[in-house]
């Protein structure tokens, strides 16, 4: 490991996605510092290292924050990739439910990025936010899961013009279906653990074949990232017309029903 490698800091580090994501990072010389609540299995190197924390503790990630601040020189980019989602139908979901996923997928990603705000300004560095396709469009029986995504682009895109001036760059990845733990970590109407599997018959990207497009965005500067042909397709219909990808979103939804 170069002693002039960037350094990144990934939450949902452990996960598939943002293990993909270290991963390709690493291989581009990078140096990744890995957050998420639950870190066994990762290995401690030159190139990365684990931190475990539960980022809806406010105490817990501050204290994490403040100690990584202490003891990088440079942070060059930040990953916004912790979340959780939520399955089922906003008429028996529960309030618990829908603050959950805010408090991980919205609020620990808006406190990361004001920990990390003069480190990233320094550095003339990155924010990278991962989104979703239900951050731009809407999302059957994932109300919470989509309001967050959507609440979690308007803050970075409007981030985005508040930092470009300090020579920031503020990017957007939007993946669609990547076959991760979020479907399993996924959240039941009444807020408690959703049994099963992320399958359910769509097909799936790897989170390899997800990182290596994210990367490609990333070192073009791309603001908005469509990750796969379904966000691409979805990213052009929406923009185009919401009405007609609300009738197709539907009728998909018929035709498994």
């Known amino acids: 490991m170069s002693a002039n490698a960037k350094t990144a800091v990934i939450s949902g580090g452990a996960g598939g996605l943002g293990r993909a994501l270290a991963k390709a990072l690493q291989g581009s010389g990078w140096r990744t510092l890995l957050i998420d609540v639950d870190v066994a ?5 030159s190139a990365q290292l684990p931190i475990a924390c539960d ?6 990630r ?3 924050f403040e100690r990584i601040l202490a003891s990088e020189s440079s942070i060059d980019l930040v990953v916004y990739n912790a979340g959780i989602t939520q399955i089922g139908p906003f008429a028996d979901s529960a309030e618990a439910a829908h603050r959950k996923v805010f408090e991980i997928n919205y609020f620990a990603a ?3 990025a004001r920990a990390f705000l003069p480190a990233i300004r320094a550095s003339k560095g990155t924010h990278l936010a991962i989104s979703s396709v239900a951050g731009f469009t809407p999302l059957y029986h994932r109300t919470a899961y989509a309001a967050s995504k959507h609440a979690l ?9 508040e930092e470009a001036p300090h020579g920031v760059r503020t990017l957007i990845a939007a993946p669609s279906f990547v076959a991760t733990n979020i479907g399993n ?5 009444d807020g408690t ?3 099963g599997s992320a399958g359910d018959g769509v097909d799936y990207m790897t989170p390899d074949a997800a990182a290596a497009i994210i990367l490609r965005g990333l070192e073009r500067g791309a603001p908005m990232i469509p990750v796969g042909r379904v966000a691409r397709l979805a990213w052009i219909v929406n923009r185009l017309s919401p009405r007609l990808y609300q009738r197709l979103m539907e009728r998909n939804i018929r035709k498994k029903g």
């Open 41 to 45: 299995g990762l290995e401690t190197n």
């Open 193 to 195: 653990a959703r049994p």
């Open 110 to 112: 808006v406190e990361m």
């Open 55 to 60: 980022l809806t503790d406010a105490r817990a």
């Open 62 to 64: 501050t204290e994490v």
């Open 185 to 189: 970590a996924g959240l039941q109407p």
């Open 153 to 161: 682009e308007g803050f970075f895109n409007s981030l985005r013009s």
